[in-house]
């Protein structure tokens, strides 16, 4: 939405109440610790303690690093704790515009981008590995460095409704980047059974129908075709399985028949996921609609071109559910959330299971366009998200997770790290590299990322994905080899998010990369069309 520099300088004069410092709390401490059994030589323990957050609590200025000394913020907290055993720990550092070299011209783009009628609000976020202790057998320093500018409601003024304002540390929509979580979660199970003696332990090599045959048969579904029964887990992991973009309509619907608010809601920081999200019911809800998908035949043979398709993390999830006898839902919020300290993620949209429109209104909202006659801006409307505001809860895996901006940088690049998702996921290096690498560098598909080519990610691929609801837009670029993540985000998808998400990406890529930036390296090319190009396959 466009606004008037009057209405510009008030969001940054503002300090509006956080989405989750808002949230009332039940008790005053949380304490969450795992030893995963598939990493006992790392000692791994997390331990996250979080002051009770009620009432008013400020986020980062719109356009500047998270000021974790504003009144009422919370303040932020390593994850986890240090044993003194030599466990390893990932230690995240938010970083503050005056250690660093000028951020104006990212914080300018995404200022322009919010200044566009397509685009009512907007965030982004670079982080990187700190290289001080490279080297040493520790996990470096993780540093983080946010920007948000712009409103959660294109129909809130931020003069009169300080919530409208969005803040550093808002929870948003991810989409199909949820698909990255997936896959690894996948493979922290893979490593996990690796020399187990079941015939049904998770591999790569996992054919569909010995794994879900099975339970499919005992609940009296339809049968899976024969053209995929030898469809193989790696297969749905690099969108090459035979499954097309579009599910038989008599499974999207069963999906949506057994869509519940209540499997929705916070997945961390102590507060225990939705019940529903655990329960047996929810399993057979997914394995429902997955023989729904299973039972037409392939739209094309399997492993012998790319479709890019949801129905295949989707698929892929109910074999990991089928071997383990739990829901994605525990097994990522258990595996992959807590060893992560990721403290701000949810299922679904943001905000979606609060209880009243003002305790929603503290979250960022979707935002649905509406066609206009030619030449004319979009017209937005915001979506409440306790009404349709997303994907049916059977698609999570594929494409329904919230998180804020520095949990998903936790996340993206551990996975940028051998080191850190062994450390800290027990994912083995060779492991790590068949889920990025199985796919041919070109563009293309593999462990829920598309792997490109780009000169900028230096001595290997850069991991690009976008995500989106239709009411939702983000995107992520990472480089593996140097050690950087960039990621950005907005709460519409309209022609103006898109190519304005590719300005403050390249914006970005310079600011990071380029001479005298944090990972400045040689002359790597960091023009904006370096930066920009639209991956082949993403939402």
Known sequence: MARSAGTANSLRAIQATSSFAAWPVAASHFTYRTTPPYAPEYGFRVERRMAARAGA??????????????????????????????????????????????TGAVTASLRDLVAKPGVPGAACCVAWWHPKEQGSGKLGELRVWTASDGVRRVDADPAA?????????DAWHLGSCTKAFTATLIASHIDRAAGSDSARALTWDSRVGTILAPAIDAAGLPAIHASLRDTTLVQLLTHTSGLTKRPPRAAWDLCWDRDTHSRDGLASDGVAIPAAATSPECMADRLAFVAAVLHEPAGFESGSKKEYSNWNYVVASAMLEAVTGESWESLIARDLFAPLGMRHVMFGPAGRW???????????????????????????????????????????????LSASLEDWARFAATVCSAHAMEALLGIRPATREFMLTKAVVGDSCSGGWVVADREWAGDGPALNHAGSNVKNYCSAWCSPARGGVLLATSNAMTRDTKAGLDTVHAAMLRWLFQEGGVLAQGDAKTTPAAAAPKAACCE
């Open 354 to 400: 609060a209880p009243t429109l003002e305790a929603r209104q503290r979250f960022v909202w979707g935002h649905r366009a509406e066609s206009q006659p030619a030449g004319q801006p979009p017209k937005l409307v915001a979506v409440d998200p306790a009404a349709k505001a997303d994907n049916p809860t059977g698609m999570n895996p594929a494409g329904r």
């Open 161 to 169: 409704d300080p919530t409208a304002v969005c803040h550093n540390d």
């Open 57 to 102: 609590g400020a986020g980062g200025n719109a356009g500047a690093g998270c000021d974790d000394a504003a009144p009422g913020a919370v303040a932020p907290v390593d994850t986890p704790t240090a044993a003194t055993d030599g466990a390893h720990v990932l230690r995240v550092r938010t970083m503050h515009d005056g250690e660093l070299p000028p």
